[in-house]
């Protein structure tokens, strides 16, 4: 079991920027790759970026590209997500989610096995 805890969402305007904190509660966190999805209201869980277990690889939703990006500290068991230029279209709740790196990569939500409580992030216009 592995649980998966978000911080680091909050209000900001337009063009800030955020930097989101995703703390996993194992030793093992090396062993899975990571993904940062969100959800407006009203909207289905949207992938964001993921990120191999070791770092090396990672990959950004179209939307997000050039913007966001993704990194890990495998020594503290967490993962973030830097975000830039924020637009009110960011606006949702962030979740970070974790799967076993055998399954590989993926950008699907039901791949994922685990997921953390998720943080709300609201860009102002």
């Known amino acids: 079991q592995v649980q998966l805890v978000e911080s680091g969402g909050g209000l900001v305007q337009s063009g800030g920027s955020l930097r989101l904190s995703c703390a996993a509660s194992?030793?093992?966190?090396?062993?899975?790759?990571m993904g940062w999805f969100r959800q407006a209201p009203g909207n289905e869980r949207d992938f964001v970026a993921g990120?191999?277990?070791?770092?090396?690889?990672?990959y950004y939703a179209n939307s997000v590209k050039g913007r966001f990006t993704i990194s890990r500290d495998n020594a503290k068991n967490t993962v973030y997500l830097q975000m830039n230029s924020l637009k009110p279209e960011d606006t949702a709740v962030y979740y970070c989610?974790?799967?076993?790196?055998?399954?590989?990569?993926?950008?699907?939500?039901?791949?994922?096995?685990?997921w953390g409580q998720g943080t709300q992030v609201t860009v102002s216009s």
């Open positions: 990120i191999s277990r070791s770092g090396d690889s990672t």
């Open positions: 194992t030793r093992t966190f090396s062993l899975y790759t």
């Open positions: 989610a974790a799967r076993l790196w055998t399954a590989g990569e993926s950008t699907i939500p039901d791949e994922y096995r685990y």
